[in-house]
């Protein structure tokens, strides 16, 4: 039985124009773990909205950053200095990214940016950039004259949506991998092509 709480972080923006968006794909996961798992929540603390309970034998907290995308570190720092958590272990965040082919995960224990805005607000915050991260593969913007703020914030539809579905599914199990097993065996599981 794990006795020391896990962080889970969604990025996305809030509001219900943003609900459904490629950017919210990590808003997304963290309600599929709070139906799937029971979690109490989500309410309100600080500058994100959390559920506490357990998945597994793990005591989990999971978050949404009520901040937009671009500060997503204040609410981060906010839930690690809170319970004490050390970020290099117990630090779980889940982002889109447009470098990734749509509904490929990429699970990392540590790395950049990578040119993501909340990711590197995050890293700003907690003084570097080790910790665990899941980001899900929604595709590069369909042209290079598209705008990229329109294409991310953007409601995928038909196939697109079910591929996306789809790996929103994977990257919620791929929590339950890195909790069960550790980050070394859900790479080698979930960073298939």
Do not use: C
Not at 25 to 30: A, E, K, L, S, Y
Not at 126 to 146: H, M
Request: charged share 30%; proline share 3%.
């Amino acid at each position: 039985m794990d006795t020391e709480w896990y962080l889970i972080v969604g990025l996305g923006n809030p509001g219900q124009q943003y609900a459904g968006t490629r950017h919210n794909v990590g808003f997304d996961v963290i309600d599929r773990l709070i139906d799937e798992y029971g979690i109490d929540g989500p309410t309100k603390f600080g500058k994100s909205l959390t559920g506490k309970g357990r998945i597994g034998d793990h005591r989990v907290i999971l978050m949404k950053p009520l901040t937009y995308m671009n500060l997503s570190g204040e609410a981060v720092r906010e839930g690690i200095d809170y319970y004490k958590i050390d970020h290099r272990t117990h630090l779980i965040v889940i982002s889109d990214d447009i470098d990734l082919a749509e509904g490929r995960l990429r699970l990392r224990q540590k790395g950049s940016a990578g040119g993501h805005n909340g990711l590197k607000n995050i890293i700003r915050h907690l003084g570097d950039g080790e910790f665990n991260r899941i980001r899900v593969g929604v595709g590069a913007k369909p042209s290079p004259d598209a705008n990229l703020a329109d294409y991310v914030l953007g409601h995928p539809t038909g196939e697109d949506r079910k591929i996306l579905e789809d790996a929103k599914d994977r990257a919620a199990k791929a929590v339950r991998a890195i909790l069960d097993d550790g980050i070394a065996a859900a790479m080698n599981r979930y960073n298939t092509r």
